[in-house]
């Protein structure tokens, strides 16, 4: 037997221990051993009971994930699981850490569980487009019942210990030795003093009608969903109330490998790949963090209140710093306002809220921030605002103090050089509400030093964020990005598209809401504010729609006056088509000369996309993104691009890079500046490779 599962025998029973670091994935060596140890202990007559544990921090937190899509290798986990069930002998699982998905069928095969009272249980196959294959959906209802089932598998969240206890789903909690106490309820089964549970005579099974109304409940409310795992799971947990639970198994094991090779399964594969990619920086291996314990906040603003936020949930002290008292106020006003509406709806206890309240302290002097280790500035989007606060902090922040900006397009060298300490300063670009969106755009200057790079990356962990690393261009990566998908939005309204049509499109591709609805919410005068930074060096032969400018003169800034793009009434959350902004694009096609055309649902996303897309690739041959992985966390983190697609980057492999080519090549022809694509596309087709080949490996 290979070493990623031992074998001893204590007294009358057979330990099987997994050690395959980090997690005890259940790669093919973990199984085949499994699989010999299990034979090895029902062959030997002086083992009376199995035990399955594991070394290191977990019992297996899942299949090894690289393995799906590949040829199957003898044996798999549902063989595995199998001969655990039919094993004459009892065999009891003993949980520690955090078992995941295949670790959890596992044990589900077992024909009893312990675990520690510290363990957490989780079936969080769904989140990667999948479902549990190896009983998963058979098991579970059989043990907690359909409705709770239904829970667990759907959510992909995990259980305490003393849930999965309450639910059934295990069946004692160890306090302190989970194998010894498995040990000893094996050999209780093993003389009959506890019996088995029968999965074939679960009591849920004699009340069919509730199992099967709990599937039609769930079913209804997936019915508008464009997600595959989620209905396929509704499906193998109603096969489990009408079938034997072998058959049952059959049909789930069908629906797993029917996912395993769906484009959303890849998609979400892939996603959870890049994830951790990219807080992976390899340059920076040796560079240690610097410490941070207090960080100060220039600007209380709705950024600067949210990075606040964020920063006390993570156990920071925060000096906040304003320029006037009235101001400051309503900052800390806003912060508590976010805490009490937390504690409002449950999502937080009171002493909890008064606690992080407690670190929070205002200041109208800058050089209350003296002792920070960190001082982020959240000023207005103003180069020369931005750059007096930098001459200020590098005077008073103290040595080894990392200055941040977090500016959502400027040029961050100009601050670092008014700061006078260019080597710790760094760009930390938080996306609005900061204590809320994962995503955070770490921006290096060549100057910024290892050390500083490196405490961002942590710091971002500690936040509980996704840093990625993005290179210096006005936008970064995100703003990039999703201009070009605005600007390819602005060109179709222009040419005939209506602002409804293409927020559907939007929508129905994946999007929470269109690009104009977004429009509406972040407000258009930011958006105007930066055509107007950049209009001295805007490309005279660019075309450039005027519409979102002729709105914000007319005061039409979005749903915080009540009108934008579409007409807010009362403060409504809905809005309603306007007349005057129909008649105000009409107006714009005229002077133009533009005679409008029809547009598809399929040509808006193809065009959305394929902007998207090209303006990705110019990022990668510009050396401002690492990798497209790390364009797809961007546009799924900071601007809601649907997660089951994976990216913009992912969808344009799955859609084919010569038919993206074929599009831009298509449009370039009128508008060649905007949509000439990038010489990647070329390299990539000629050698039939996809954007995944620039991926880390």
Request: charged content about 25%; aromatic content about 6%.
């Amino acid at each position: 037997m290979g070493e990623t599962v031992g074998y001893r025998v204590t007294g009358d029973v057979a330990l099987l221990t997994i050690g395959n670091p980090p997690v005890n994935a259940l790669a093919h060596a973990v199984r085949a051993g499994l699989a010999t140890g299990l034979e090895r202990a029902g062959d030997d007559p002086e083992v009376r009971a199995i035990v399955i544990c594991a070394k290191g921090r977990t019992f297996p937190a899942g299949a090894d994930i690289t393995e799906f899509g590949k040829p199957s290798q003898a044996p798999n986990l549902p063989t595995v699981c199998a001969m655990i069930d039919m094993c004459e002998k009892p065999v009891v699982a003993a949980l520690h850490g955090t078992p995941r998905g295949g670790g959890v069928e596992l044990a589900l095969a077992c024909h009893a569980r312990v675990a520690s009272a510290a363990t957490t249980i989780g079936l969080p196959e769904v989140k990667l487009g999948l479902l549990p294959g190896a009983g998963g959906t058979q098991r579970v209802p059989r043990l907690i019942g359909a409705k709770a089932a239904l829970d667990l598998i759907l959510s992909g969240d995990p259980m305490t210990a003393k849930q999965a206890l309450a639910a059934g789903l295990i069946d004692a909690v160890s306090d302190k030795e989970p194998v010894k106490d498995a040990v000893d309820l094996a050999l209780r089964m093993a003389d009959g003093e506890v019996p088995r549970k029968d999965l074939q005579d679960s009591p849920y099974l004699a009340d069919p009608q509730s199992w099967l109304a709990a599937v039609a409940e769930r079913r209804a409310s997936l019915s508008g969903s464009p997600l595959k795992a989620p209905k396929r799971i509704v499906d193998c947990i109603e096969v489990g109330a009408l079938m034997p639970l072998e058959a049952g198994m059959k049909f789930e094991r069908a629906a797993f490998e029917d996912l395993v090779k769906s484009d959303q399964s890849a998609a979400l594969r892939h996603v959870f790949f890049a994830e951790r990619t990219a807080i992976k920086q390899p340059q920076l291996a040796g560079a240690t963090p610097r410490t941070i314990r207090q960080i100060g906040i220039v600007g209380a603003g709705l950024m600067g209140a949210g990075i606040t936020v964020a920063c006390l949930d993570a156990g920071y002290n925060v000096t906040l710093v304003e320029r006037d008292i009235d101001t400051l106020e309503a900052g800390v006003e806003r912060i508590i306002d976010i805490y009490d509406r937390a504690v409002d709806k449950g999502r937080m206890k009171a002493d909890a809220r008064d606690q992080r309240i407690a670190r929070l302290s205002g200041h109208t002097d800058p050089g209350a921030m003296a002792d920070a280790d960190l001082i982020v500035e959240a000023v207005v989007e103003d180069a020369r605002t931005k750059e007096g606060v930098f001459r200020t902090l590098g005077r008073i922040a103290k040595p080894g103090a990392i200055l941040a900006t977090n500016t959502s397009y400027l040029d961050i060298r100009p601050l670092a050089a008014a700061s006078g300490r260019p080597e710790d300063v760094i760009g930390l670009h938080f996306f609005s509400p900061a204590h809320v969106m994962p995503l955070l755009e770490i921006i290096p200057t060549d100057d910024s030093a290892k050390d500083v790079q490196a405490t961002a990356f942590a710091l971002a962990r500690q936040l509980r964020k996704i840093g990625v690393r993005s290179g210096m261009t006005d936008g970064f990566i995100g703003n990039r990005v999703n201009s070009a998908y605005r600007q390819a939005a602005e060109f179709m309204l222009e040419d005939g598209a209506s602002v409804v049509e293409i927020d559907t499109a939007m929508r129905d591709f994946g999007f929470p809401m269109g690009p104009f609805e977004v429009s509406d919410l972040a407000g258009l005068d930011i958006a105007w504010a930066r055509r107007q930074r950049l209009a001295a060096t805007r490309n005279p032969s660019a075309r450039y729609v005027a519409i979102p400018d002729r709105l914000c003169e007319l005061g039409r800034l979005g749903r915080k006056v009540g009108r934008g793009w579409y007409t807010y009434p009362r403060g409504a959350r809905s809005g309603q088509v306007d007349p005057e902004v129909t008649a105000i694009i009409a107006e714009e096609r005229v002077f133009q000369g533009i005679e409008p055309q029809k547009f598809s649902r399929e040509d808006i996303q193809q065009q959305c996309l394929a902007a998207m897309v090209n303006e990705g690739a110019k990022l990668l041959d510009e050396g401002v993104a690492r990798c497209p992985s790390d364009i797809d966390v961007v546009m799924i983190h900071g601007f809601a691009y649907p997660r089951w697609r994976g990216g913009p980057m992912q969808t344009a492999d799955a859609e084919g890079l010569f038919k993206i080519k074929r599009d831009l090549e298509r449009l370039a022809r009128e508008e060649p500046l905007f949509w000439t694509p990038s010489p990647r596309f070329d390299e990539l087709v000629k050698n039939g490779l996809g954007f995944a080949s620039l991926n880390p490996k």
